[in-house]
């Protein structure tokens, strides 16, 4: 059992360099991969798509508060008025890049709860197969369908939540099941 702790711990530079190796999205496991090396890649992944959106988060509030200081300048005196179009327009952008990082954070972050919930109710390969049904379940629980390339109730738009929601089981395919040649 210590093995396992010391797979799931990444509290020292051995792990943190696996955990880069088992993140990456080119990832292929052999067949005889361990449940356990399983899991613990798609909880690297996460974590790495979790740490990217936090970045992308801080990056889009700063662009936001470049743009809102931007838009203060247009209310000085004799700025001209596409000057201030342009800046609203900015400014709308920065706001949507801003909501849509946050959604994409708080989505990773209830993808990274949903595995622990299963990896604490489920044990080896169960909690993939777990993990996997749930998140399925919870995508077509919000009225969305897997079987085509757009969520149901959005057919010409697809939101952060969804696509992040699919990209987790999309790892998930590609990490928790043995590769087929």
Known sequence: MGNEELVFNGSTDEETGSDELLSDDNLRLPDSANVLVRLHAVRAWLTRRHDEA????????????Q?????????????????QADTAELLGRAQQQLAEAQQR????????????????????????????????QLILDNGYSLSGD???SRPTQHTPWYDTMVEVLQRVEQIGTPQED
């Open 54 to 65: 936090t970045i992308e988060a801080g990056t889009a509030a700063l662009s936001l508060q």
């Open 67 to 83: 743009a809102m200081s931007g838009a203060v300048d247009e209310l000085r005196p004799r700025r001209r008025a596409h000057q």
């Open 105 to 136: 954070l708080a989505t990773l972050e209830e993808a990274q709860a949903l595995l622990e919930d299963c990896i604490a109710h489920a044990n080896g390969a169960r909690a993939l197969v777990e993990y996997y049904l749930t998140v399925e």
């Open 150 to 152: 757009y969520p149901t």
